[in-house]
């Protein structure tokens, strides 16, 4: 069964930085891409970042390039992203999704953690 | 970047009723398609991909059709787990992968 458990999630002021992981169990996890996705309150999905499965390519949405990295260590199944310079409209639930295929390339999420929710605000 | 527009934004329907929910792309993503369920408090989750193929258990009640700009989503009888708010997302032109804003299908 695949599990994938967020945590490090919290609040922060603006322009603060957090960690996010994000345990995966359940699949070979080197072999799949995986993605960030987030949603602020009350509002829809938006994908934030993906990694190849190699960890080699990894991939922003305009929104958080150059203040997000996304990153991986397969030797322990775990999934990160560094976020800093954090602004208010950083605000929201974030997923950490297991991507169906190895490489970032037009991918749709075929499995979602529960969320770990980030709250910017001074 | 394309948009993904969904429609209606909130749909009501009575128990055993048929759902149609309805998603444009404002270019062509051939059949590179996916649904997504989200029920209050709880993780998205993968209802149908390749714009027609069910997910891993998905009920045979969900079916998805269309190509290229016009995609839907049907639910032929409506059971009392199925309201929930429906998620189109794009994966033919990327990054990013874009998500239509939702259908909130509802109890009437």
Not at chain 1, 70 to 95: H, I, P
């Amino acid at each position: 069964e695949v599990q994938l458990l967020e945590s490090g999630g919290g609040l922060v002021q603006p322009g603060g930085s957090l960690r996010l992981s994000c345990a995966a169990s359940g699949f070979p996890f080197s072999s799949y891409a995986m993605s960030w996705v987030r949603q602020a309150p009350g509002k829809g999905l938006e994908w934030v970042s993906g990694i190849s499965g190699s960890g080699v390519s990894t991939y922003y949405a305009d929104s958080v390039k150059g203040r997000f990295t996304v990153s991986r260590d397969n030797s322990k199944n775990t999934l990160f992203l560094q976020m800093n310079s954090l602004r208010v409209e950083d605000t929201a639930v974030y997923y950490c999704t297991k991507v169906w295929r190895q490489q970032m390339e037009r991918v749709f999420f075929d499995y979602w953690g529960q969320g770990t929710p980030v709250t910017v605000s001074s | 970047e394309i948009v993904m527009t969904q429609s209606p934004a909130t749909l009501s329907v009575s128990p055993g009723e048929r759902a149609t929910l309805s998603c444009r792309a404002s270019q062509s993503v051939s059949n590179n398609l996916a649904w997504y369920q989200q029920k209050p408090g709880q993780a998205p989750r993968l209802l149908i991909y390749g714009s027609s193929t069910r997910a891993t258990g998905i009920p045979v009640r969900f079916s998805g059709s269309g190509s290229g700009t016009e995609f839907t989503l049907t639910i032929s009888s409506l059971q009392s787990e199925d309201f929930a708010v429906y998620y189109c997302q794009q994966y033919n032109n990327w990054p990013p992968e874009t998500f239509g804003r939702g259908t909130k299908v509802e109890i009437k």
